[in-house]
């Protein structure tokens, strides 16, 4: 750790449960093992754009471990080097590059390195400030599951926790009042969350981006239970999800984010269509937000904490650029460039798609 005396800390896209579990590890670690100081970077990028960098205390990273959201706050808005200045007379956001700006302000704090906390947008603003020079080490999080070459981020196993709890619960009302009831799930283009917490709760028909749906063959689900006397079907259905040959449901267009598209609704969307051809009484449920909140689970502290303190074994090993992952369930890294502005998908052949059909789950596949 010869040459580097201050790291700065940031957290960037949308939040997740664990961020401050590795604020803390990096902090902790740095501080305690390496005598390196910490500075944290408020709201993303857009701190380090803004030059909203300040020092941090052991006590400030103490007694943080539990805490969901982020002590330093987040942006999934500002990329440095596509960052919105202003609207346009047109009415759409004019961009600036601000990646001399950031340059500037990492020379100004004496910042050796930087350890980017984010999923797939935040590591693509990371890949460019590396390409000008800035040392970086990554850590993945997103309740999505969704960053390439990691089996696992932080925040995911929580999220799985708060959709399942809530699937259960809408179980117990499904069953009194003979319904369809329809649970909109988070995950972007991935079906990771969907899929592990409808397996968790049971559900009896899951729908993931990965696998398009036919409208038949799920309202044909559910008419299929109903005949066999079981009175209501779950149905665990992603926000990405889309019926074979359609496209996914949009629900608003953010003009200044790095990834504007913002998916929900189709549950909505949906209960309309199966009631229609079922008769069935149908109701839809969305998360939404809630499966960003709260406390971490146990295995998301444990892996936060892990990730936190091997990011600092790679900054203390000098190896920069590079992105903490698990893979066959060992902490290595990859460069950060590698994972820039990609997705990882659910496989068709995943061994969780073949156990859920080996139980009984419909994909809404003819
Ligand atoms: O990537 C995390 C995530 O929660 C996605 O699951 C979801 O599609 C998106 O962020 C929502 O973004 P926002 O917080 O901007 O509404």
């Not at 984010?118 to 590591?123: A, I, L, P, Q």
């Not at 496989?347 to 156990?355: E, G, M």
Request: proline letters at 4%.
């Amino acid at each position: 750790m010869k040459d580097i005396r201050r790291i700065g800390i940031m957290t960037g896209g949308g939040d997740c449960p664990g961020l401050n579990a590795v604020i803390r590890a990096v902090a902790k670690t740095a501080m305690s093992m390496y005598g390196v100081e910490a500075y944290g970077i408020e709201d993303g990028f857009l701190g380090l754009i803004e030059n909203r960098i300040h020092p941090l205390t052991y006590d400030d990273v103490s007694n943080i471990l539990t805490r969901g959201g982020t002590i330093l706050g987040t942006s999934n808005k500002a990329d440095p080097a596509r960052f919105a200045v202003r609207v346009g007379a047109d009415g759409k956001p004019v961009f600036e590059d601000m990646t001399p700006k950031v340059l500037a302000n990492v020379e100004a704090h004496k910042l050796d390195a930087i350890v980017c906390i984010g999923g797939d947008g935040t590591m693509t603003g990371a890949a460019n400030l590396c390409r000008h020079g800035v040392r970086i080490v990554g850590v993945p999080k997103t309740i999505d599951n969704d960053l390439m070459h990691t089996e696992i981020t932080f925040g995911f196993q929580t999220a799985v926790a708060t959709a399942t709890d809530a699937l259960d619960k809408i179980h117990t009302t499904a069953s009194s009042h003979h319904r369809v009831m329809l649970v909109e799930i988070m995950g972007r283009n991935a079906g990771w969350l969907t899929l592990e917490s409808g397996i968790a709760s049971g559900a009896d028909i899951i729908l993931i981006p990965e696998i398009p749906y036919e409208l038949d063959a799920v309202c044909e689900a559910c008419l299929r239970r109903s005949r066999h006397g079981k009175k209501f079907t779950i149905v665990a259905v992603s926000e990405g999800a889309r019926a074979r040959g359609g496209g996914q449901v949009i629900q608003r267009i953010v003009p200044d984010s790095p990834d504007p598209v913002r998916l929900g609704g189709i549950a909505h969307v949906l209960v309309d269509q199966i009631a229609q051809r079922t008769g069935l009484e149908v109701r839809a449920t969305v998360l939404g937000h809630v499966q960003r909140g709260g406390t971490p689970v146990a295995c998301d502290r444990v892996l936060a904490t892990r990730f936190g303190f091997h990011a600092m074994e790679l900054l203390a090993a000098g190896r920069f650029n590079e992105l903490v992952v698990m893979q066959n369930s060992q902490l290595t890294s990859v460069p950060i460039e590698s994972v820039a502005g990609k997705q990882r998908l659910v496989p068709a052949d995943h061994p969780l798609i073949a156990a859920a059909r080996a139980v009984g789950t419909s994909f809404g596949e003819k």
